[in-house]
C-alpha cells in the first residue's frame, strides 16, 4: 500500500513562508498529476495547486502569484513552496497523488497556521 508522507507545516507570521514536501513511500506507476489540497475548518477540501507528467502547473487563484508547486520524480516527491503567507491561508494541507485508471492517494495532512 503506498504510503504519503507530509512534512514541513508549522506556524508563521503573516508575510513569511513554509515549505511542505510530501515523499511517496514507492514509486506510483501511470501518475497524472500530483498536488496539494487544504481544507480549514467548517470549509470543504480545496484545491491549491497540481503539477503534471510534463510539469504543467494548476494553481487556486487565491494562491497565484504565491506559491509554486515543484517535483522530484527520482524520489517520489512533491513540494509546496509557500510565500506571503496571509491567514487566510491556515488549513490542513493535505497531499494527493491522481494515477491512471482510478487511483488515488492522500497523505495524513499536516498543518499551516499563519498568525495576523
Known amino acids: 500500500q503506498v504510503q504519503l508522507v507530509e512534512s514541513g507545516g508549522g506556524s508563521v507570521q503573516a508575510g513569511g513562508s513554509l515549505g511542505l514536501s510530501c515523499a511517496a513511500s514507492e514509486t506510483i506507476l501511470s501518475v497524472d498529476n500530483m498536488g496539494w489540497y487544504r481544507q480549514a475548518p467548517g470549509m470543504q477540501r480545496e484545491l491549491v495547486a497540481q503539477i503534471f507528467n510534463d510539469d504543467s502547473t494548476n494553481y487556486a487563484d487565491s494562491v497565484k502569484g504565491r506559491f509554486t508547486i515543484s517535483r522530484d520524480n527520482a524520489k517520489n516527491t512533491v513540494y509546496l513552496e509557500m510565500n506571503s503567507l496571509k491567514p487566510e491561508d491556515t488549513a490542513v494541507y493535505f497531499c494527493?497523488?491522481?494515477?491512471?485508471?482510478?487511483?488515488?492517494?492522500w497523505g495524513q495532512g499536516t498543518q499551516v497556521t499563519v498568525s495576523e
Open positions: 494527493n497523488v491522481a494515477a491512471f485508471p482510478h487511483f488515488e492517494y
